[in-house]
């Protein structure tokens, strides 16, 4: 089995997510994708992030219908932030499964990696999935790698894709990137203006139910 694992804040999910995961399910011949929400830390960031359960649901709602999407609640870890390198190792060492794991981030998240806890490690754990732009083009690693580290990579020009030291395979794939961002979304909805067709309706309903996003 082949598994995606599409790491995010998810606040919200959106059809840019969405059809993102779609296409590198297809194009990867993946057998599943798991959605993974990220804790919600005491300390927080640029936004209060919403609460994991509101996060989750709304995730429900927008896998509802896809067999191929799934959630895990793997970080809901109230007290501490989560981080990719633990979560990855949290599902290599899951007994029960024996599936080759392949890491999904959009190409902004991988070219600031380097700020990710355990980076060097992280990237050598399994296969690595970057979506990138349509023409944006990947000659090599070492542009966005220090060289010491990207050096141990081959690149394979018949499949397109990097090989590490440990077997695994990063891969750039072209994919119909949407313009659209949990932060554009969050500010569309405190302003009161409508998030149709950004977010899949039952999402943009719950958003309104439950007041998500407003000032309180
Ligand atoms: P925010 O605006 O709050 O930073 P976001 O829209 O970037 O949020 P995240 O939950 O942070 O959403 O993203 C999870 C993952 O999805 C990241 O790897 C990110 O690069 C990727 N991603 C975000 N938006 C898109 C999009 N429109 N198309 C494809 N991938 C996306």
């Keep these: 089995m082949k598994w995606g694992l599409f790491g995010g804040t998810f606040d919200p999910i959106h059809t840019g997510h969405l059809r993102c995961a779609q296409e590198i399910l297809e194009d ?73 794991l392949y890491f999904i981030m959009g190409q902004d998240a991988f070219h600031n990696i380097q700020t990710w806890k355990d980076w060097e ?3 050598l754990l399994c296969n690595f999935v970057v979506m990138t732009r349509p023409g944006y083009k990947v000659k090599d690693l070492h542009g966005i790698l220090p060289q010491e580290f990207s050096g141990q990579f081959k690149f394979e020009s018949a499949s397109g894709r990097f090989k590490s030291p440990t077997g695994f395979h990063i891969y750039f794939r072209e994919v119909t990137l949407l313009a659209i961002s949990s932060t554009d979304i969050r500010e569309r909805a405190k302003k009161g203006q409508s998030i149709r067709y950004l977010v899949p309706d039952t999402v943009s309903h719950y958003i309104s139910e439950q007041f998500l996003y407003k000032d309180s």
Aim: glycine content about 2%.
């Design 121 to 123: 490690r992280l990237l």
């Design 28 to 100: 990867l011949n993946l057998d599943r994708i798991i959605f993974i929400p990220a804790s919600q830390p005491p300390h927080k960031t640029d936004w209060d992030i919403t609460p994991f359960y509101h996060r989750k649901k709304m995730m429900k709602l927008a896998l509802e219908g896809n067999p191929s999407f799934s959630i895990s609640d793997t970080e809901d870890r109230k007290d501490e932030k989560s981080y990719s390198v633990e979560t990855i190792r949290h599902f290599l060492d899951d007994p029960t499964s024996n599936s080759e």
